[in-house]
C-alpha cells in the first residue's frame, strides 16, 4: 500500500514540474534554452500588439459569422451599421447569395478548430504530451503555423498583483506570471474554475458577454485557448513558441469579446483586460508539440 501511493505521487510530480515555477527556477543553470533575454520590459515583444489585435479580430470574426445564426439576440442591441458590415461579410462567403433569403439553408457551421484552420491555416488542440509523464501538451493538429503567428491562448482569471489569490493558487501549475506583476489562473478546475465563472457571470450584459467560458469544457468556442497546456522546453526540446502580453484595447468589438477567454477578477473599467498570447519563433509543422519559454530575463 505504501508503495503504490508513493508511485502515485511520483507519477503527479512528473506531470506537475513542468510548470511547478521553483522547480524550473533551480533548473534553468541545466537548461538554458528554457531562458528568453531582452533588454528590457518594454521590448519583450516578438511582433507588434496591432498584429496581434489583427489576428484576434479575423479569427474572432469568423467564429462570429460561423455562428451567425446563433447572435440573433446579440445583433438586434448593435448599430445598424455593424449589422450590415457582419451581413455583407456573410454575403460574400456565400457567393454573393443575399443573407436574409434561405440562410440556414445556405450556411454551413463548421467546428470552432475547422473555422481556425480556414482562417489562419492551421489548427491546434490538446493531447498526451510527448514528454514523459508529462500529462497533457498542445499540438499542431493540422496545416503549419508560420513564424511570428499567434498560435494559442493563455486563459483564466487575471490578478492585479494586489488582489487576493492565495487559495486558488494552492496545488495550481496553472498560474502564469506577467511582467509587472500581473497574474493568470488557467486552472479549468476547483476553485479557480467557479471563480471564472463567477466574473463571466458578473460582466454579463443581457445577451452580450464579455468573455468566453466554453475552455472550462470540453466544447471549446474559441480553438485558440489552450495555452495554459503548452509545457515547458527542456534540454531536448528547444522552444518553438514564446508568451507576449497584450493588453485588450478600449475599442474591441463587443460583440467579438464573447471569445476572449479571459476575465478581470475585479470590475475595473479603467484598466484595459490583459491577454497572454503564444507566438511562433519558427515554422511548427503539423504534429509538432509546441514548447515554450516559461522565463523572461530582463538584462
Known amino acids: 500500500m505504501p508503495g503504490r501511493l508513493l508511485r502515485g505521487l511520483w507519477q503527479r510530480w512528473g506531470r506537475y514540474k513542468y510548470r511547478f515555477v521553483p522547480w524550473i527556477a533551480l533548473n534553468l543553470s541545466h537548461n538554458p534554452r528554457t531562458l528568453r533575454y531582452v533588454p528590457e520590459e518594454s521590448k519583450d515583444k516578438v511582433i ?7 489576428t484576434l479580430l479575423k ?8 455562428d451567425f445564426n446563433k447572435q440573433s439576440e446579440i445583433l438586434t442591441m448593435l448599430p445598424e451599421s455593424v449589422k450590415s458590415k457582419y451581413q455583407d461579410l456573410l454575403a460574400v462567403e456565400h457567393q454573393g447569395v443575399k443573407l436574409l433569403e434561405n440562410r440556414h439553408q445556405q450556411q454551413s457551421t463548421f467546428k470552432p478548430e475547422e473555422i481556425l484552420y480556414k482562417t ?16 497533457k501538451g498542445v499540438f499542431v493538429t493540422k496545416g503549419l503555423v508560420p513564424k511570428g503567428a499567434v498560435v494559442s491562448m493563455y486563459p483564466g482569471t487575471v490578478y492585479q498583483k ?29 476553485i479557480s474554475k467557479v471563480v471564472y465563472r463567477s466574473c463571466n457571470g458578473r460582466d454579463r450584459l443581457g445577451p452580450l458577454k464579455m468573455s468566453d467560458s466554453t475552455w472550462l469544457t470540453s466544447e471549446i468556442h474559441n480553438p485558440l485557448a489552450v495555452g495554459q497546456y503548452v509545457n515547458n522546453c527542456s534540454n531536448d526540446r528547444a522552444a518553438n513558441v514564446c508568451y507576449q502580453e497584450f493588453d485588450v484595447p478600449a475599442v474591441f468589438p463587443i460583440e467579438l469579446k464573447q471569445y476572449l477567454p479571459n476575465i478581470a477578477y475585479s470590475y475595473d473599467k479603467q484598466s484595459p483586460l490583459r491577454c497572454v498570447v503564444l507566438v511562433a519563433l519558427r515554422d511548427i509543422s503539423q504534429g509538432e508539440e509546441l514548447f515554450s519559454n516559461y522565463y523572461t530575463i530582463v538584462s
Open 48 to 54: 507588434s500588439d496591432e498584429d496581434v489585435l489583427g
Open 59 to 66: 479569427v474572432f470574426q469568423a467564429l462570429f459569422l460561423n
Open 120 to 135: 489562419l491555416g492551421f489548427s491546434v488542440a490538446q493531447a498526451t504530451s510527448s514528454l514523459i509523464s508529462a500529462g
Open 162 to 190: 494586489y488582489e487576493p489569490i492565495f487559495f486558488q493558487s494552492i496545488g495550481n501549475p496553472f498560474i502564469f506570471r506577467c511582467l509587472d506583476g500581473v497574474l493568470i489562473d488557467g486552472n479549468d478546475k476547483g
